[in-house]
């Protein structure tokens, strides 16, 4: 198993441009996550999903889009990309609430991607 | 609302010190989780524990152990004889029941010395 994989590793964006970052796992989980990690600021939650076909905003979903059209992938866009969103993108996913105390799944983080804004 | 603080920022011990990474947090649920996750500095994010809110009990595995106390509100993380591998940056994270989003605090960069 893979696990959780995010394409691409690195990127440089010129202020105005447009990119998708992939995020894939094969863990068959049932939700996703995307956050960002600045210095100092810890991961904050940009989107999430709970299931194939939803999303729901986090805590930073200001500039960012997503879509999961399929389960085991989670799509991030940056539609015109901004210097203040230069950061270490991370993908998550995890089996979701088991409804039960003390089942709850852990979530499973990708590699990151490293995102430079000029 | 609810809220994770690390309050140390980074720590540097010698190779076979004891550390502890203090980890404090805030909410009003009754019914939540926590956890510590380590990111090496190849980068990647590692699951170290995960504790519910019903469950008190310390925990030990192998050179790590935690601390739960809902008295104080915290879960603090140590590291007994500790190792160059373990420098890294220590995330504690909170969750609540039914929400399944994780909340980090800003994490605690530890650096063991030879």
């Known amino acids: 198993n893979a696990g959780v994989t995010q394409t691409p590793k690195f990127r440089v964006l010129k202020t105005g441009q447009s990119m998708t970052l992939l995020c894939a796992q094969d863990m068959n989980h049932e939700y996703m996550y995307w956050y960002r990690q600045d210095p100092g600021m810890g991961l904050r939650l940009i989107h999430y999903?709970?299931?194939?076909?939803?999303?729901a905003k986090g805590e930073v979903p200001d500039g960012y889009n997503v879509s999961r059209l399929k389960k085991q992938n989670f799509l991030l866009g940056l539609e015109s990309a901004a210097p203040s969103q230069t950061s270490v993108y991370f993908c998550?996913?995890?089996?979701?609430?088991?409804?039960?105390?003390?089942?709850?799944?852990?979530?499973?983080f990708g590699p990151g991607t490293r995102l430079t804004v000029l | 609302a609810q809220k994770v603080t690390q309050a140390q920022t980074e720590i540097s011990v010698v190779e076979k010190e004891d550390v502890t990474l203090d980890c404090v947090y805030e909410t009003r649920d009754t019914t939540y989780y926590l956890f510590w996750y380590k990111q090496p500095p190849s980068g990647e994010l590692v699951f170290l524990i995960r504790?519910?809110?019903?469950?008190?009990q310390n925990e030990i595995s192998g050179r790590y152990s935690w601390n739960f106390q809902k008295s104080t509100s915290s879960f603090n993380f140590t590291i007994t004889a500790s190792q160059v591998v373990d420098s890294a940056v220590y995330f504690c994270a909170l969750s609540l029941y039914n929400t399944d989003k994780l909340i980090f605090g800003t994490g605690t960069r530890l650096q063991v010395f030879p």
């Open positions: 504790r519910n809110s019903f469950d008190e």
């Open positions: 998550a996913s995890s089996g979701g609430l088991a409804g039960v105390l003390g089942s709850y799944n852990e979530q499973f």
């Open positions: 999903s709970v299931g194939e076909g939803t999303t």
